[in-house]
């Protein structure tokens, strides 16, 4: 029997709220997101408050994590903000906040004591001096800037900071958190989640002040997209902490095909020892959802000109069926959780419900049970009505009733104790410990 080996966190993007059914269904340990400001994506659809809340409180409840990328450069007009903008996702146990302004540390460990600090893979992180700088400020992990090779990021593995490292998706030319081409050509900074890709248009190539003809024009500054499924054993054997996918600009899709194929491969190595690679599923990963072409990154190599797409940076088509089954499979409601329930009814006193999930186990109260003037309420009305879960997060799985003849008692207070019942279970579970 194989040793098991220490599971990496498997952590994927969420541009919204779809991406993050996709990330969770496809067995995503961890999503990173964004509100509607200070992400590094402002064309992403991202998350008002209200679903922010509610994305952590499914996370919480599925035993998952939330990180939120707060990884602009602030302004100073700004930081009124701030305070007002994490406050309410902090009490609800953000699991960790992703930075590039290296002035917000401070800010955060005196407002925000409790919140895991990450630094951005903008904050340009290359040795173990400059982790180790970080750490003693407060910062919990980093994310090593994404040129580095694999015996460089062991290195600051050695530090005792977290590493959580890309794994897949899109790849800057430009060395990570130092571009300005964007800012330069067209006053739409990255620093400022405003990319306009500059890297990915046709340049001209002049030879002695004289341009190369048209139909010759080449990306020279477009990445292929990283894929290091290959390398996925050395990686976990290198101790990275946690496995990063880009891409809160991309589809639930994408997102879905992703996460399950790096989960999948993970588990194997893990749990086995063994990585064997289905070539059907290299095949996918090398061709789906990628510019062209993929590669390795630099864990493994420094530089080389089979890293450039030299074609068009396009991303490629992908096989209509397959996008849909993938869509059926991944992107809908993540799987609410099952309850077990009595529901007591006694005429003259009031309606209880207890309502068990696990160790969990809540008691609600609610309205009075009338003696029915005309037609009782039946076993079958009663069930209907606290059946009907709509957007709780709980589903019963099995449902006692427990009531006697004669019993009256209006739909609206049977919505009120099921509404209620489910609130209260939900609080046991997130916030009991």
């Known amino acids: 029997m194989s040793e098991h080996k220490k599971k990496p966190e498997l952590l994927a993007p969420a541009g919204n709220m779809n991406c993050l059914y996709a990330a969770f269904n496809a067995g995503a340990d961890a999503v990173y997101l964004a ?13 008002s408050l209200e679903e922010l809340i509610y994305a952590l409180e499914l996370a919480h409840l599925h035993h998952k994590k939330i990180y939120l990328a707060f990884n602009t450069l602030i302004k100073e007009r700004e930081w009124g903000k701030i305070h007002s903008f994490l406050e309410p996702v902090y009490k609800c146990g953000l699991d960790g906040i992703i930075i590039q302004d290296l002035g917000l540390i401070d800010y955060l460990r005196s407002e925000f004591p409790n919140l895991q600090i990450h630094a951005s893979t903008q904050t340009t992180v290359t040795s173990p001096f400059s982790a180790l700088l970080l750490k003693e400020q407060g910062v919990s992990r980093v994310v090593p800037a994404r040129e580095l090779s694999l015996d460089e990021v062991i290195d600051i593995q050695k530090t005792g900071i977290e590493t959580e490292c890309f794994i897949h998706g899109a790849m800057c030319y430009c060395y990570s958190g130092q571009c300005l081409f964007s800012s330069f050509l067209g006053g739409r900074s990255g620093n400022r989640g405003r990319c306009a890709g500059p890297c990915r ?18 990306y020279p500054l477009s990445l292929k997209d990283l894929c290091v499924l290959p390398l996925i054993d050395r990686l976990i054997d290198a101790g990275i902490d946690s496995f990063k996918i880009e891409g809160r600009l991309k589809s639930p899709e994408y997102v879905a095909f992703t996460t399950s194929a790096y989960r999948k491969y993970i588990d194997m190595y893990c749990e086995t020892g063994v990585l064997d690679i289905d070539k059907a599923d290299m095949d996918m990963m090398s061709s789906l959802f990628v510019r062209t072409d993929t590669m390795s990154g630099y864990y493994v190599k420094h530089n080389g000109a089979d890293m450039i797409t030299k074609g068009s940076p396009a991303y490629n088509e992908n096989e209509e069926g397959l996008t849909k089954r993938i869509n059926e499979i991944y992107v809908k409601p993540v799987k609410k959780l099952p309850v077990t329930g009595v529901v007591t009814l006694v005429p003259d006193h009031n309606a209880s419900i207890i309502l068990r999930h ?27 009505q606290l059946g009907k879960t709509g957007d709780a997060f709980f589903e019963f799985e099995k449902l006692a009733i427990e009531m006697e003849d004669n019993c009256f008692m209006p739909v609206r207070s049977l919505n009120e104790i099921r509404r209620k019942a489910f609130e209260m279970l939900k609080e046991d579970i997130l916030y009991a410990n």
Request: charged letters at 35%; proline letters at 5%; hydrophobic letters at 30%.
């Open 358 to 384: 696990g160790s969990n186990v809540i008691e609600c109260v609610g309205g009075p049970v009338d003696q029915a003037q005309n037609r009782p309420i039946s076993e079958e009305d009663v069930r209907k």
């Open 35 to 47: 509100g509607k400001e200070f992400g590094a994506r402002a064309s992403a659809d991202n998350f």
């Open 201 to 218: 248009l046709p340049y001209t190539i002049s030879e002695n002040g004289r341009y190369i003809k048209k139909e010759e024009i080449k």
